[in-house]
């Protein structure tokens, strides 16, 4: 069983950045890393994900160039969130899947899920 922790959400101007941080107990059976967010009302978004072992990443249309998922060493990844918008508002999950082929943006894909963090953007 993999355990996931978050953690550097927080509130921040329209405009500003923010890093969110990913604790994993364990990343040796993982293929995917990612994160992804849920607002208030909405379904859970796909933000981003990493190919853990190749370090390749992709985006969601809403976030690209924006953020950036970086392995900062074999069990920890973090979201560089930059020109932050308060649609940006939401609780940020990370995310891990042993499961090679995924599409990668289902979150039904995922069987590993932190606890959240809550990032606010105010205008």
């Known amino acids: 069983q993999v355990q996931l922790v978050e953690s550097g959400g927080g509130l921040v101007q329209a405009g500003g950045s923010l890093r969110l941080s990913c604790d994993a107990s364990?990343?040796?059976?993982?293929?995917?890393m990612g994160w992804f967010r849920q607002a208030p009302g909405k379904e859970r978004e796909f933000v981003g994900a990493?190919?853990?072992?190749?370090?390749?990443t992709y985006y969601g249309d809403s976030v690209k160039g924006r953020f950036t998922i970086v392995k900062y060493n074999e069990n920890t990844m973090y979201l560089q969130m930059n020109s932050l918008k308060p649609e940006d508002t939401a609780v940020y999950y990370c995310?891990?899947?042993?499961?090679?082929?995924?599409?990668?943006?289902?979150?039904?894909?995922?069987?590993?899920w932190g606890q959240g963090t809550q990032v606010t953007v105010s205008s």
């Open positions: 995310a891990g899947s042993p499961i090679y082929g995924i599409s990668r943006i289902r979150p039904t894909e995922y069987p590993y």
């Open positions: 364990d990343t040796f059976s993982l293929y995917y």
């Open positions: 990493m190919r853990w072992s190749l370090g390749v």
